[in-house]
């Protein structure tokens, strides 16, 4: 039975807790505030305020009680919050595996082109360089207290809650088309099966969690669409699509990334191989709540 602690209850993290919860396991972690902490608690989760500028004073306690750790808060320009503030606190509890949240976007842009664990890393935003710094500190943390670490560079999350669905019900949705541009995706619960895999048989590396099928994201929206039985909101070019500055510099890069290799070793089975299943089974369950 697993005893696992989150830094960052946040949407995958969560994911992962009710399948430990499932399995007889228990979950602790940190929230940004007392008020989340309490909901979580009153559902059986232990949460400790931890707000990354300074040490969680809940949390040693919580990590001395557990035997595996996922991480999935973002670093800052200080680096990773729970090594910054807790790297002694985790040393101590020696947990039996950790599992680091990354991006696939450390990798950045290949034009188009297959790339998997051994392309070289070439991060190109903040946030990318960010997180290759946060991958290397947790390698080396791993390496220097013979605990297992495992980074998992993941791209767009999608599931029950968040995706093409919701925009497409906000009436937000925009079907952006940049030739050439593809994606990779993952459904949230193919992210729970792989940390899964590798707490249950914890085995040090990088890798890709990541569906099958890159994809334009024109194509997406359009498939969500049909399935829920609207019409596709209209090809939007690149250059006129309104978007954040953060949006906009997700299509600067574009590769196609394989995730075979975890597939291969954790090993786990991707339940939403393409992102047709994915979306296929979300607008089932969205129906039947209906």
């Not at 990798?107 to 998997?116: K, L, P, T």
Request: hydrophobic share 40%; glycine share 8%; aromatic share 8%.
């Amino acid at each position: 039975m697993t005893k696992l602690f989150c830094f960052g209850l946040g949407y995958s993290a969560l994911a992962l807790a009710k399948l430990i919860r499932f399995n007889g396991g228990s979950v602790a972690g940190t929230v940004r505030s007392e008020e989340k902490a309490a909901t979580l608690g009153a559902d059986g989760i232990k949460a400790a305020v931890f707000d990354g500028i300074s040490p969680g004073p809940d949390v040693p306690a919580l990590l001395k009680q557990s035997d595996a750790l996922l991480i999935s808060i973002s670093p800052d320009k200080n680096g990773d919050p729970a090594l910054a503030h807790h790297a002694a606190d985790i040393a101590a509890a020696k947990p039996k595996a950790i599992v680091y949240l990354s991006t696939v976007g450390v990798y950045g842009n290949h034009d188009g082109d297959w790339i998997d664990e051994e392309t070289p890393i070439n991060p190109q935003s903040d946030r990318a360089i960010a997180r290759a710094k946060a991958e290397s500190a947790w390698t080396a943390f791993g390496v220097l207290h013979d605990i297992p670490v495992m980074i998992f560079r993941l791209p767009g999350i999608y599931g029950p809650g968040r995706g093409p669905l919701e925009k497409l019900k906000s009436g937000k949705s925009q079907r952006i088309v940049k030739p050439g541009q593809v994606f990779n995706r993952i459904h949230v619960a193919d992210i729970v099966r792989a940390a899964h895999a590798g707490i249950t048989r914890p085995r040090s590396g990088v890798f890709n969690i990541c569906d099958n099928e890159p994809a334009p994201p024109q194509d997406v929206i359009e498939f969500a669409a049909h399935l829920m039985g609207l019409e596709p909101p209209p090809e939007v070019a690149f250059e006129d699509a309104e978007l954040s500055p953060m949006a906009r510099s997700f299509y600067a890069e574009n590769k196609r990334v394989s995730g075979q290799k975890a597939q291969r070793m954790l090993p786990y089975r991707l339940k939403y191989p393409t992102y047709r299943e994915g979306i296929r089974a979300l607008v089932e369950a969205d129906q039947s709540a209906d």
